[in-house]
């Protein structure tokens, strides 16, 4: 089965408005994205998928599949997952493609390592997996992280317990962070769990050099500074 990619890029955005065709180091954002697409599969594999017609013209400038994506599928809160079924079906029926396996790759994530993502197809489809989930281990240590109620204070707790051991060297690893780096899972796994997080689903360490998700402008400043240092 050949793996299809699928790029959701809406017009909208609340944190940073009209960041997907926002200037970023001399190309529109989502444009990373696609070309990033166009290095790992072949143009008739990749759907851009969008509320934009300005959008669409980015992926038809590339030679690859476009969805104009109904506007009740681009609001803040319209889950992902809806786009993704949508775009498979249409592709489906408007291109006779069949999206047996999909890649997500969300603009916001402008800086990938091709080699790592080749690794991570490679092992999805070894290991025959139902989905695959980038992650990079965590910053922050568990022990020094608390979760509570901000109307109710009284019912704070650690995300781990530090059981008075509190220094980094005595944290041993194992917590990570899902980057958006990608997703990866076979479609029917996508239609009856409703998600890419399901029991079933395994997660791939990817590099923290840079983990950057955009998400406001200084997201967006943090990308340009990590851009212009792998560029130079």
């Known amino acids: 089965m050949e793996m299809k990619v699928i790029i959701p890029a809406r017009e909208g955005s609340k944190g940073l408005p009209g960041k997907n065709l926002k200037n970023l180091c001399g190309k529109p954002l989502v444009d990373h994205t696609i070309l990033k697409a166009l290095e790992l599969f072949n143009s008739s594999s990749i759907i851009l998928t969008t509320d934009s017609k300005e959008i669409l013209h980015r992926g038809e400038k590339y030679g690859i599949k476009t969805i104009l994506r109904p506007k009740e599928l681009a609001k803040d809160n319209s889950p992902i997952i809806k786009t993704i079924l949508h775009a498979s079906n249409y592709a489906e029926k408007n291109f006779s493609m069949k999206c047996d396996q999909i890649m997500l790759l969300q603009p916001t994530y402008p800086i990938r390592d091709t080699l790592e993502i080749k690794k991570a197809i490679q092992f999805f489809e070894e290991k025959k997996l139902d989905a695959l989930v980038s ?90 500074f990590c851009l212009s240092k792998i560029n130079n």
Not at 149 to 167: G, I
């Open 135 to 224: 992650v990079v281990e965590m910053e922050e240590h568990p022990c020094e992280c608390v979760f509570f109620n901000q109307e109710d204070y009284s019912n704070w707790k650690f995300l781990k317990d530090p059981n008075k051991k509190t220094n980094r060297q005595s944290y041993s690893g194992n917590y990570f962070f899902i980057n958006g780096n990608f997703y990866i899972a076979d479609l029917e796994s996508l239609k009856l769990n409703n998600s890419f997080l399901f029991n079933q689903t395994r997660f791939f360490k990817c590099d923290g050099r840079y983990k950057v998700d955009i998400d406001d402008k200084y997201d967006f400043e943090f990308a340009e």
